[in-house]
């Protein structure tokens, strides 16, 4: 199996690509500085800083999560055109190639994420849920999905992964709030009703495993564990998991202080299941939060 993967260093790219390495697949990764990637990823990871059809020709399956973080830089208007135009171009890049393939891959899996939805209330929120609220996030998923769903024939199946909040040791957003909350500071943000729809690593790497693996499972795909939380039952279980205290609460007006229009990020949120994903029989490993942290902090 050929692999062609855009976004391979990123949390979600990189673990990916560890899973695959006792498969004999053929991994193929676009990057911009092919030195780094062989550096992250090893010298057995063919590293290319170009599309050419024949790339597309030799793939299998191309796996699309390339984009700027939308959480590490201040939304200036600068910045919010490069998280679109960086996730926008790469994808209708390889959607006008596949289209020119003769032999396109069978597989075109593309990122997203749940903040297409916008901020919502408590509601469940499966795949056919359409009432969505249009601020950036939504604006930025939106074009994102369209893009990718262009490249769907009866020779390449299309899916999109609405991806929540992965958790992981040491880094993304789990990473960033360990070392407050070690520190006895941590805590609820506003009033702390806030949805959080999470969803452990190790289970996003399975999900994108079996998603190439079951031709049912094609457009958006919820890729959230099946128990989303509040952001104060979230923020008591990290807490109670470092056997911290958890007392704190940061004010809304702090953060849009400090983040400006980003902190829609940690003020709003959406209660997601990952119905299409169940439905078609994949089991998660982490279904509770309590059962994730303590997998990845104890």
């Not at 056919?128 to 999905?145: R, Y």
């Amino acid at each position: 199996m050929h692999y062609l993967i855009t976004g391979g260093t990123g949390l979600i790219g990189r673990a990916f690509i560890e899973s695959l390495a006792e498969s004999n697949s053929q991994i193929t990764v676009l990057t911009r500085n092919k030195l780094n990637t062989k550096k992250i990823l090893g010298n057995s990871i063919n590293c290319i800083d170009d599309l050419e059809i024949d790339d597309i020709e030799s793939s299998d399956i191309i796996l699309n999560l390339a984009g700027e973080p939308i959480a590490d830089k201040r939304w200036s208007d600068t910045q919010k055109d490069n998280i679109c135009q960086s996730r926008w171009n790469i994808t209708q890049h390889l959607v006008e190639l596949i289209s020119q393939a003769k032999n396109p891959p069978s597989v075109f899996i593309s990122g997203s994420a749940i903040g297409i939805y916008g901020r919502q209330n408590k509601q469940p929120i499966n795949e056919s849920f359409e009432d969505f609220h249009h601020e950036f996030t939504h604006h930025v998923c939106s074009e994102w999905e369209n893009i990718a769903l262009s490249a769907a024939t009866n020779k390449t199946r299309v899916a999109i992964l609405r991806t929540g909040i992965v958790l992981a040791k040491k880094s993304g957003a789990l990473g960033k709030m360990i070392p407050p909350f070690k520190l006895g500071l941590g805590g609820k943000i506003g009033d702390g009703e806030q949805m959080m729809s999470w969803i452990h690593l190790e289970d996003m790497v399975a999900a994108i495993s079996h998603i190439e693996k079951n031709e049912t499972l094609q457009g958006a795909i919820n890729l959230t564990a099946p128990n989303p939380v509040n952001n104060y039952q979230f923020t008591h279980a990290l807490a109670s998991t470092l056997s911290r205290p958890c007392l704190l609460s940061t004010p809304p007006w702090l953060l849009k202080t400090l983040l400006g229009e980003m902190s829609d990020l940690l003020l709003f949120g959406q209660n997601v299941v990952p119905d299409k994903l169940t439905n078609s029989g994949f089991s998660f490993k982490y279904s509770k939060v309590e059962e994730a942290l303590t997998n990845l902090i104890k």
